[in-house]
């Protein structure tokens, strides 16, 4: 019969899609393009620098399910995946499941729906593939999504052994050009993989990323420096972060960031780009209530945020703006952070209705929109005022500025540290430090 034949579904499901929009749209043909009744609203609106513009949310497949990770399509910018994890309420369900969110219209339900049978930690579009979506999950399968199929369980899945992951997989990240590029992947184990997306039956490449005493690295989070492929950081479970290599004599872990007094939850390098490279900069977030700002040069923080009362669940700076960034903690908070304005507290700030713990943070590639998911499968859109959110063109001077200025408090800090340590140590411990006899 031509209804249950595969092109007949495909029109169907495409037409519905389209209907849907159509139907959703809510046009004022009364709108009053003359100015005068709307102008103090607009004013009104322009002074705000964080503003709703929407919501999604799902009853069927979003409900009691905890946001695990948001990506923005490069090739479709009005398109937001969103992974979420199982619902507890509904074992008879899929555990793991992946929406794809359409922002340019009013309709309220997903653009499209895939699922698994394990809970889904990480999701992202796949670069240079606009139609394939990958998904990390809790067994460790990497597992492969086509919207062109009629189907959404993935059309591909990684084994389950031991040259691949069988730890939870956080964070995954394609990287490359057009002509070469790969999935990275990796698991709370430790285990790096690299894969081809032409063939997930095994890894091209595998790395194992140990810490002193030879101890697996529990990463839970991952970037990479703009355009870099070989070099990264990741946050962990113990408070540490880590920069490392994917090749080269130090393959694996290059060297440790250690301060945070609980496990890492987000991680996020400065990837603007001017006149001035601030790719060594990077900011984690941790449960202990601090965000803390890094250079790969520097095995200390250079600055520390502790204006949180709660975890700090996730972090990321602008991409258009060098000396911005958004973080999102357990009691609902969304906070802006300008630090060419202040450290001390953020330059926005709004909590979410109902103080939902939010669970992941995103910006929109134009860095005009923040979008924040939370622990109950809800998503909320946010627009930033243009004024805010780009920057003038002394920004990154300014930036510069306010870098050395804080790498200055810290030395400051510590000289007084030791200064003091020196004046409370007993003269009778000095004497005796001095009576040592030479060793010569």
Not at 99 to 128: D, G, V
Not at 186 to 198: K, M, V
């Amino acid at each position: 019969m031509i209804i249950l034949s595969e092109d007949f579904q495909r029109f169907m499901d495409r037409a519905g899609r389209i209907i849907e929009r159509a139907l959703a749209e809510s046009v004022d043909i009364y709108t009053d393009y003359s100015g005068s009744s709307g102008e103090d609203a607009i004013d009104e609106k322009s002074h705000q620098r964080i503003s709703l513009n929407r919501t999604f949310y799902d009853e069927r497949w979003s409900r009691n399910r905890c946001v695990t990770s948001l990506d923005w399509s490069p090739q479709y910018p009005e398109l937001l995946l969103a992974s979420y994890n199982n619902n507890e309420d509904a074992p008879n369900d899929p555990d793991g499941v992946a929406l794809i969110w359409n922002t340019k219209f009013k309709k309220t339900t997903p653009e499209y729906i895939f699922h698994c049978q394990s809970a889904i930690m990480s999701a992202t579009f796949a670069r240079f593939h606009p139609n394939l979506i990958l998904g990390g999950t809790y067994s460790g399968q990497i597992v492969l999504w086509d919207n062109r199929v009629q189907k959404r369980t993935p059309i591909q899945r990684t084994p389950l052994s031991a040259s691949a992951h069988t730890h939870p997989v956080y964070c995954m990240r394609v990287v490359g050009t057009q002509n070469a590029h790969n999935l990275i992947s990796i698991s709370t184990d430790g285990r790096l993989c690299s894969w081809s997306l032409d063939m997930l039956s095994q890894p091209q490449e595998t790395l194992e990323l140990h810490r002193m005493q030879s101890k697996p690295v529990a990463v839970t989070c991952l970037d990479f420096p703009h355009s870099d492929v070989n070099n990264f950081v990741v946050g962990s479970e113990e408070g540490a972060a880590y920069s490392a290599c994917r090749h080269g004599a130090k393959a694996g872990i290059v060297d440790t960031y250690e301060a945070h007094q609980g496990p890492i939850t987000g991680i996020s390098v400065n990837a603007v780009q001017g006149g001035i490279d601030f790719s060594h900069l990077f900011l984690t977030s941790s449960i202990d209530w601090t965000i803390k700002l890094w250079s790969l040069k520097d095995n200390k923080p250079i600055y520390s945020f502790e204006d949180n009362s709660d975890y700090v669940l996730d972090v990321a700076w602008s991409p258009s703006h060098p000396a911005l960034f958004a973080a999102v903690d357990g009691g609902g908070r969304l906070d802006l952070w300008n630090l060419n304005q202040d450290t001390e507290v953020p330059a926005a700030s709004l909590t979410v209705e109902g103080n939902p713990a939010l669970n992941r943070v995103s910006w929109t590639p134009s860095g005009l929109h923040v979008t924040v998911g939370d622990n109950q499968g809800k998503i909320w859109v946010y627009d930033i005022a243009e004024n805010f959110a780009h920057p003038r063109h002394d920004e990154w001077n300014k930036f510069l500025y306010t870098i050395q200025e804080l790498r200055n408090n810290q030395i400051g800090e510590e000289l007084e540290k030791l200064n003091l340590s020196v004046s409370n140590t007993p003269l009778s411990s000095m004497s005796s430090l001095t009576s040592v006899p030479s060793l010569r």
